[in-house]
Antibody, heavy 119, light 108 residues
């Protein structure tokens, strides 16, 4: 059974760095063809893809945010991470991690973690 | 960046009615990389259709998809009350791997 769960700080202040963790089970990020992606959704709005990391450590970033994003993984502990630097109120959203598979499809999603940026 | 234009942005349908959502891409994409998700109110998105026309595991047969190139569609043959959700298309063909703006389905 594949499960993913996001964790994060809940609230942080503008200009700080947001650190998110995705803890998963039921698959390994050392397995060929497996990956984890991060997607966010401001309240009442649509989905925005942020970044993906693959089993071979290949990484992809949304160019509109690339300078602020860092994705990484800890294969031994079945975790993936996303850091967003210099946050502002526009980064307030629910952040999801999802397993990404061949053909760039997000087959399994976490429940999401709400993050609020506020002074 | 490939922009995915979904239409309509909202639909109000009666139970048993057929509904179709269109997703038009600003550039041609391989049909293998066009997917559809369902997000029920207050929940996370769930994969419904992958690679244009393949139903994900456990998805009822009333859901279907088709298309090629820049034009794709998602159809619910007979809408049920449990189908109330926002539906998104997504392309995995080129970076950034964008989502459509969503279509909100409500029941009369």
């Amino acid at each position: 059974q594949v499960t993913l769960k996001e964790s994060g700080p809940g609230i942080l202040q503008p200009s700080q760095t947001l650190s998110l963790t995705c803890t998963f089970s039921g698959f390994s990020l050392s397995t060929y063809g497996m990956g984890v992606g991060w997607i966010r959704q401001p309240s009442g709005k649509g989905l925005e893809w942020l970044a993906n990391i693959w089993w071979d450590d290949d990484k992809y970033y949304n160019p509109s945010l690339k300078n602020r994003l860092t994705i990484s993984k800890d294969t031994s502990n079945n975790q993936a991470f996303l850091k967003i630097t210099n946050v502002d109120t526009a980064d307030t959203a629910t952040y999801y991690c999802a397993r990404i598979e061949e053909l760039w499809v997000y087959g399994y999603w976490g429940q999401g973690v709400m993050v609020t940026v506020s002074s | 960046a490939i922009v995915l234009n979904q239409s309509p942005s909202s639909i109000i349908a009666s139970q048993g009615e057929k509904v179709t959502i269109t997703c038009r891409a600003s550039s041609s994409i391989s049909s293998n990389y066009l997917h559809w998700y369902q997000q029920k109110p207050g929940a996370f998105p769930k994969l419904v259709i992958y690679s244009t026309s393949y139903r994900a595991s456990g998805v009822p047969s009333r859901f279907s998809g088709s298309g090629s190139g820049t034009s794709y569609s998602f159809t619910i043959s007979r809408v049920e009350a449990e189908d109330v959700a926002t539906y998104y298309c997504q392309q995995g063909s080129s970076n950034p791997f964008t989502f459509g703006s969503g279509t909100k389905l409500e029941i009369k």
